[in-house]
């Protein structure tokens, strides 16, 4: 079958073939009428029905072209009132050729058209305009909240260094000098053992607080990540945790602080949790950067079985989710841990 | 004795220079920053430099390095570092590859004035101070691991290795601890003994012990990498 050959469906050959007859019977039609010694020009009666034909074919396959629902329902009106607006014309571009007929009478018929297609496109597509509408506020607000909670969780993150820089050039800088002031009077206070006992005391106290003090800004940001970055800070807690971590970081330099210290307290649970629950002979760490995230895995080969939602692994989630990221725990039991979080960055 | 002190708190400052000069100690310098420190020792030649580990203009670990450069440039120049963290890691790099006048400390030891004062006449006389917390962050970061040698400590001895690590003598130890000299000897002995550090007999060479350790604790954060 060359139609089939050539690609086309039984539908498409029915219409090729339709309005190949059609061009037909037009042919012969004005063949008759020729034959026939003219006179009217009934032939033109004759193409505007063939032409309907072939004209509702045509719009009958644009409307169903169209998507589903509202807009191909749309679509079938505007097509039919576009072929009732080409019949009503042609017949009056006829009856005023072939009948002298002078007033555009069509004009009202086709004006009710034009308002029902209207009316119906309205009352049809009313739901869609209102749902687009929804859809770019709905967008514009996911966009908006999305910047701004990066914008906060930055301005967390560098605020909370600025808190440690306080704490450390205030209150902790004025309780040390509060001691080595202690100190000095105590030297003077020989001969008065009741006042000396008393400066120990006080001197005590002040030691407690510097000691509070540091374990709250080590809990804000570990000094080492603040001062060297996130690789040095890395290998000195898996220095701390004395398990041999194998360390590779590539490209790891100028993180967001936000980002650093989420990479970094995934780590350090990760890694507690290795020494503590999981008895790993050997556990290690692979920092990573590709395209604008930075990909954190650590690794165990632990007694496995981790709780993912446990409350460790649930607080860090919380943390990594803040940033847009994601984190997997993979603990089948008796098969190590592995924790890979992965914390959208901004390159 | 003639020291430079580097420190970015004037509170802080004023408060050391007042301690040393009422103890006889000269400060023949006092700066802000670490190229005023790298200046200083070198117009000055001092025996010591105090100082902070976070100066301007970074506030990270600006002292440090100037520190290590200083004693790069001066060898025998004692320095002694204090900070309000004790991290192990600036302690290895600050003691390199030699030991000798060497101090690092929590700040708030100043407030124990005998004791610091004899940290700094020690550093300057070419010995090592270390802050006790060193050993404790290396206890730390054995538990999990090295059972059998480091939980083996007792408490006591446990204090007995912090005050070690501080360049102290015997008896300073047993005054601080409230025993007899006898017993610290027993429990340095032990120390050595679980902690496989053998012929570690004089001042010295205990300080070296606890140094070797912390090099040996960290060899293996440096696995891979």
Redesign the interface.
């Known amino acids: 079958m060359p139609v089939l050959a050539a690609g086309l469906s039984i539908g498409e050959y029915l219409r090729s073939l339709v309005r190949r007859l059609a061009f037909l019977a037009a042919v012969l039609v004005l063949a008759i009428w020729a034959i026939g010694g003219q006179g009217y020009f009934w032939p033109a009666w004759v193409w505007l029905g063939l032409g309907v034909v072939v004209l509702l074919d045509s719009a009958g396959a644009w409307a169903w072209r169209q998507p589903r629902g509202a807009v191909r329902r749309v679509a079938c009106v505007w097509a039919l009132v576009g072929v009732g607006a080409v019949i009503l014309t042609c017949t009056w571009l006829l009856t005023w050729r072939l009948a002298g007929v002078e007033s555009f009478w069509p004009a009202w018929a086709l004006l009710g058209l034009a308002t029902a297609g209207s009316a119906y496109s309205l009352i049809a597509l009313h739901d869609r305009v209102l749902v687009a509408r929804g859809r770019r506020a709905l967008r514009a607000r996911i966009e908006m909240l999305t910047r701004t909670r990066s914008q906060a969780v930055d301005a967390q993150a560098v605020e909370l260094r600025r808190i440690e ?1 306080d704490l ?2 205030g209150a ?6 509060l ?6 009077a ?2 003077r206070t020989q001969e008065l053992p009741e006042v000396r006992a008393l400066i120990q005391d006080a ?1 005590r106290e ?2 407690h607080a ?1 000691a509070e003090l ?1 374990d709250l ?2 809990g804000i940001v570990p ?2 990540l ?3 970055g996130l690789v ?1 800070a890395v ?2 807690l ?11 970081a590539t490209h790891c330099e100028s993180l967001a602080p936000a980002v650093e210290s989420a990479a970094y307290f995934v780590i350090a649970e990760a890694l507690t949790n290795s ?2 629950h999981a008895g790993a002979g050997r556990t290690w760490v692979r920092l990573r950067t590709g395209r604008r995230v930075l990909v954190v895995v650590v690794g165990d080969d632990g007694s496995g079985g981790a709780d993912p939602y446990g409350s460790g692994l649930a607080g860090l989630r919380a943390r990594v989710e803040a940033l847009d990221g994601s984190l997997s725990v993979d603990s089948p039991r008796g098969h190590g841990t592995l924790v890979e979080a992965r914390l959208p960055c901004g390159w | 004795m003639r020291v430079v002190i580097a420190e970015d ?1 004037a ?2 400052r004023e ?2 220079v ?2 040393l000069r ?1 103890n006889g100690i000269d400060v023949v310098a006092q700066v802000e920053d670490g190229p005023g420190l790298l200046r200083a020792i070198g117009g000055h030649r001092p025996d010591l430099a105090i100082v902070d580990v ?1 100066l301007p203009p970074t ?3 600006e002292g440090l390095q100037a520190a290590i450069e200083a004693r790069r440039r001066q060898p025998a120049l004692g320095v002694l570092v204090l900070s ?2 004790v ?3 600036y302690a290895s790099e600050l003691i390199g590859e030699n030991s000798a006048g060497i101090g690092y400390l929590l ?2 030891r ?5 004791a ?1 004062l004899d940290a700094l006449y020690r550093v300057a006389a070419g010995g090592t101070v270390l802050d006790r917390q060193v050993v404790t ?1 290396l206890m ?7 059972t059998d040698s480091l939980l083996a400590l007792t408490a006591r001895e446990r204090d007995v290795l912090e005050l070690m690590a501080e360049g102290r003598s015997n008896a300073a130890i047993a005054e601080t601890l409230i025993v007899t000299p006898g017993a610290v000897e027993k429990h340095i002995t032990n120390i050595f003994a679980k902690l496989q550090l053998s012929n570690c007999g004089d001042h010295h060479r205990r300080v070296l012990a606890v140094l070797a350790y912390l090099r040996v ?2 060899q ?6």
Request: proline share 2%; net charge positive; aromatic share 4%.
């Open positions: 820089r450390h050039d902790q800088a004025r309780l040390v000098a001691t080595l002031q202690l100190g000095r105590e030297l001197q002040a030691h510097i540091r800004a080590r000094p080492l603040a001062d060297r040095a290998e000195s898996a220095g701390r945790y004395g398990l041999g971590t194998a360390i590779e020494a503590k | 708190l509170l802080l408060g050391l007042a301690l009422e976070r506030f990270s670990d309000q963290y991290e192990t890691a700040k708030e100043v407030g124990d004035v005998r610091f962050q730390a970061s054995r538990e999990g691991i090295d604790a960290r293996p954060a440096r696995g891979r990498l």
